[in-house]
């Protein structure tokens, strides 16, 4: 996975995995070995494989199109099974020699295992000498029985290993008294010491690496697969892999070499001191015993054996050199790199083993720990002579103090880290790329150009034969000076990138426009090692831009779009709403007696006139809106992405006309003349159905005239019932103003539960009940509340009844652990103070902010992103937390969506309803949860009304749910009553 082709098949595999490619079209049934072994692998109680092994293999199973059968066994009997094939695959096997000749496995180790003595409190276990006379219970046919043994035969002490059918039963028996200690792997030991009352003592050996293993000569492809998954989870530190171990040992992964790998150089360093320093007491005492019988030289050649034994069977490289910087010793591992034997290493310096520039780098780090003293860990990338293989070794080097003081020696602990540092460097450039999926060039530091994909020789006309080894200069197309281009570096040395408009030249040399954005990938020491560029040709848009400025679709008197131009925007934004359900409005405005004004002061001051209604109509409308001049004094202002409800959309397009209204009919200035003119509208609303633009503008025309037969100077709509409607409307929001005084609102919670219809938590909704109306919807009340402002003090409420409600679960044992999630307007979260209010209701009612959880529409992040995550990130910082809602019904950006610290994300009941039936809707489902995947984000979906939509829900990823299937919203009485059910 090093080349360019590996790069380019984890790039597929990463975009495959986004849009739910399947990797394999054939199911398999695979049988798995299962042993109890928790936290490792284990057997849930639903009979299914589960544990760090066990879920990842899940995971692999699952995205491979596998099977996987279960096959309950003790550890012995799973050995039997694997090797005479009755089951597939057998996790958590420890490799060695020994075992490589009975079984297959796979190449990348799954886990790293340390073995452990545990033992009872009152039990003295402290160093390996105290393990003398001991009963130590030990899984019959592991490799720890092997290790312990040799251990124990290093140190010359003698102990009683007891084999057990499995470890629980070790435990059990230390536990009883009927042995002194048990071994076991770290990850059983921490998880099941406690419950036997069982501590760890510090005595630590084989650090195994754990691998699935498969029968002799079977199952390659199985292998294959699991090998080719870890190899690209390794790689990235929000894949499954991390997110496995995470859940299983509550330590999150935070750089791609693994933590044990950083922290087992100083362990290996104190193993090593332990072992100087029990061969220096064993030395000792050797010579103090024997002083007068003449046996020291033996003893202390039989100590000092043991003591290469023990460093032997270290899988780190160690060594020691003396203050010239000659190798003393070198254990098996050195001695396997060099294939060199003892006596071809002891005596000779660094030049024999390794080449000229590698042994002055090894010789100026040994100086510093021989001279200085100094305890020294870095990185060394050596070149081994003999093989001509390079490596880089994290590396300790200590040294070696006499009884008086002076350095002696130096000891040297390194590790392999090769694989781990490509991987490292390949990920750096493939997680740069994928933030464009444009035309993409990789280049060097020196701006040598490393790869290209096909969308760049697409758009350019140059392949990877051409352009690799080159740089960007052959692109250039000559039309930017040397400033242009020292400008653009110099941004790219400040601040890490660039974006902006150039010309470059194609093969064929064409020049042409393209947006270029390049970027630099640094490494941990903040160095620059490549660049990414990525363009979108934009000859297109340069060429309609140019076009449209010379288009004759703006009215020459007031610089209006006229007609024609009108008419398209009309068809643009009817096809708009119809895609996002959304309402428009078309306002016909004729001015009042204008053909008196032209008869009696001119054309002229009539031309005046037009220009100064026209500022007016401009300064009325939003951004986005259209003013257009039909001809004559007829103008028509078009409204777009007003509100989804059709009483809501005429509402807004009464506020708009009734300001129009208001603004026309000012006093107007006409040279030294003053004149007064009002102005008739009539509106007509399209939305979610197709309708003729022709038919629309009949429509407006129609209303106008009702509105000029009503007096003049005022609105009307084409459809009267709409009319009635906004009367209903006004009458509503005079009582929706006392609502809150009057304690009409009350907090519904609809329940949130797992995929074992565990209550997670509700979600808190407001209901208003009127004194005659009844219930009152909150579609027809809180878009009024919106558009009047009352939703900031309705909004504050709701927060400080949800967290005194939190405050009262947290008193209780069945309810202190759920989660309340509160819906937040888009004009509430735009308050300058909100952060403060939520601060100020958390630290009132004294709540844990980690239940506390704001519902944010997709609508809510479009605008003033900046600010949006600024205010996101203060209280994310407080531990507050936030779920996008009705996610997939609005365009939110992927480019600001992974930037936003949010928590989880809510997929909308519209492609709930319809996913057993409708296959575009079990492709959004899917596509959002694995989205949410890759950002490392909680899916929930709501509006679960029956089981088979859970049920399909579930297999695609989905395990978190709100709906009727599990609880209507109800009273908090009615809700807590449900919770006591479940």
């Known amino acids: 996975m090093h080349g360019a082709l590996g790069w380019l098949l984890a790039l597929i595999v990463c975009l495959g995995s986004i849009w739910g490619i399947p990797a ?19 057997l849930d109680q639903d009979g299914r494989v589960t544990g760090i092994l066990g879920d990842l293999l899940t995971e692999i199973a699952r995205q491979e199109d596998w099977t996987l059968r279960p096959v309950q066994c003790d550890w012995q009997n799973c050995l039997h099974a694997l090797q005479g094939g009755h089951i597939d695959l057998l996790p958590d096997l420890a490799y060695s020699e020994q075992r490589a000749k009975q079984f297959d496995f796979h190449k990348l180790p799954a886990l790293y295992s340390w073995s452990t003595i545990y033992r009872r409190n009152a039990t003295p276990v402290e160093t390996t ?3 003398k006379g001991k009963r130590i219970a030990v899984l019959e046919g592991s490799i ?3 290790y312990l043994r040799e251990l124990l035969a290093g140190f010359g002490v003698s102990a009683q290993l007891m084999p057990v059918k499995s470890l629980d039963e070790g435990f059990r028996k230390v536990a009883a008294g009927e042995l002194d200690a048990a071994v076991a792997n770290r990850f059983f030991g921490d998880l099941n010491a406690p419950r036997h009352k069982l501590a760890a003592s510090p005595i630590m050996f084989q650090p195994a690496q754990l691998f699935f293993g498969a029968q002799r000569g079977k199952n390659a492809d199985l292998l294959n697969a699991i090998d080719r998954h870890l190899d ?3 790689a990235q530190q929000d894949s499954p892999y991390f997110k496995i171990l995470e859940k299983w040992t509550g330590q999150p992964a935070k750089t791609i070499v693994p933590s044990w790998l950083l922290k087992s150089l100083g362990a290996l360093a104190a193993m090593l001191l332990a072992a100087l320093l029990i061969s220096a007491y064993l030395r000792r005492q050797v010579i103090e015993k024997t002083r007068h019988l003449q046996l020291g030289k033996e003893a202390l050649e039989k100590s000092e054996a043991k003591l290469r034994t023990i460093l032997d069977n270290v899988e780190a490289f160690i060594y020691l050199k003396d203050i010239h910087g000659q190798y003393l010793f070198a254990n098996k591992a050195v001695r396997r790199l060099w294939l060199a034997e003892m006596e071809d290493i002891v005596g000779y310096g660094d030049e024999k083993f390794f080449d000229a520039e590698t042994a002055v780098h090894i010789r100026q780090n040994d100086r510093r720990v021989l001279r200085d003293g100094e305890i020294l860990k870095t990185e060394e990338t050596n070149t081994v002579a003999h093989t001509g293989k390079t490596a880089v070794f994290l590396t300790t080097k200590l040294p070696l103090h006499a009884e008086d003081g002076s350095i002696y020696a130096l000891c040297g602990i390194s590790i392999d880290i090769t694989d781990r540092k490509q991987t490292e460097a390949n990920f750096r450039i493939a997680a740069t790329a994928f933030e464009s999926q444009e035309s993409l060039m990789i ?7 490393l790869r290209i994909n096909q969308a760049f020789t697409d758009c350019t006309g140059y392949t990877a034969e051409d352009v690799v080894g080159q740089t960007p200069h052959l692109l250039e197309s000559g039309r930017h000076n040397a400033d242009f281009y020292q400008d653009m570096w110099e941004t790219i040395r400040r601040t890490g990138m660039w974006q902006g408009e150039a010309w470059d030249r194609r093969k064929d040399g064409t020049v042409y426009p393209k947006w270029l954005s390049i970027s630099a990938v640094k490494n941990d020491d903040g160095m620059v090692t490549h660049y990414v560029w990525s363009h979108i040709d934009i000859t297109e848009r340069k060429a309609a831009e ?5 288009l004759a679709f703006y009215d020459h008197l007031t610089n209006l779009p006229n007609r024609l131009l009108l008419l398209d925007r009309l068809k643009q934004a009817l096809l708009s709403s119809v895609h996002r359900n959304r309402h428009g409005a078309l306002l016909f405005i004729d001015l009042d007696n204008f053909k008196n004004l032209n008869d009696t002061l001119g054309h002229d001051f009539g031309d005046l006139l037009l220009k100064q209604a026209t500022q007016r109509l401009q300064s009325s409308i939003r951004e986005g809106d259209t003013v257009a001049r039909l001809g004559g004094d007829e103008f028509v202002v078009m409204l777009v992405d007003l509100s989804e409800l059709p009483i809501e959309a005429a509402a807004q397009t009464e506020s708009i ?18 004149y007064r003119c009002t102005a008739s509208i009539g509106v007509t609303l399209f939305g979610a159905h197709p309708q003729a633009t022709d038919e629309l503008m009949k429509q407006a025309d129609i209303a106008m005239y009702q509105a000029k037969k009503a007096g003049r100077n005022s609105l009307r709509f084409f459809d009267r019932q709409m009319q009635d409607n906004i009367s209903a409307r006004v009458a509503l929001e005079s009582e929706l103003q006392n609502a809150l005084e009057l304690g009409q609102f009350q907090l519904y919670y609809q329940i949130q539960v797992d995929e074992s219809y565990r209550p997670l938590g509700a979600e808190a909704l407001i209901r208003w009940t009127h004194p005659e109306r009844g219930l009152v919807s909150p579609i027809q009340f809180i878009p009024l509340a919106e558009d009047t402002g009352l939703i900031l003090p309705i909004g504050q409420w709701v927060l400080q009844t949800a967290c005194a409600q939190l405050k009262a679960w947290q008193q209780h044992v069945f309810t202190h652990g759920l989660t309340l999630a509160v819906n937040v307007s888009a004009r509430q979260f735009r308050q300058a103070d909100f952060v403060l209010q939520v601060l100020s209701a958390v630290r009132f009612h004294g709540i844990d902010p980690n239940l506390l959880k704001l519902e944010l529409t997709e609508s809510l992040l479009q605008e003033n992103i900046e600010d949006t995550i600024a205010t996101m990130n203060a209280l994310n910082q407080i531990g507050v937390r936030f779920s996008l809602d009705d996610f997939g019904t609005g365009y939110s950006s992927l480019q600001y969506l992974k930037r936003l610290p949010l928590d989880q994300i809510k997929i909308d009941q519209s492609f709930v309803r319809d996913i057993s039936i409708d296959a575009s809707d079990i492709a959004v489902v899917r596509a959002t949860i694995a989205m949410a995947a890759s950002l490392g984000l909680k899916v929930i979906a709501e509006g679960v009304e029956t089981e088979e939509q859970r049920q399909l829900l579930l297999e695609h990823g989905c395990s978190n749910y709100q709906g009727y299937l599990f609880g209507r919203p109800v009273p908090i009485e009615q809700f807590e009553a449900l919770l006591r059910q479940n």
């Open 24 to 42: 394999h079209a054939e199911a398999r049934e695979v049988r798995v070995g299962v042993y109890a072994n928790a936290p490792k692998l284990y």
């Open 129 to 131: 000498l105290e393990l």
């Open 144 to 146: 720890q029985e092997a």
């Open 232 to 234: 690209s989870w390794f």
């Open 443 to 449: 280049t060097n530091a020196e701006r040598e150009i």
């Open 546 to 550: 140019e076009t449209i400025e010379h």
């Open 657 to 674: 006309g009734e300001a129009i209204l208001a603004a026309l009919s000012l006093p107007y200035t006409l040279d030294k003349n003053t």
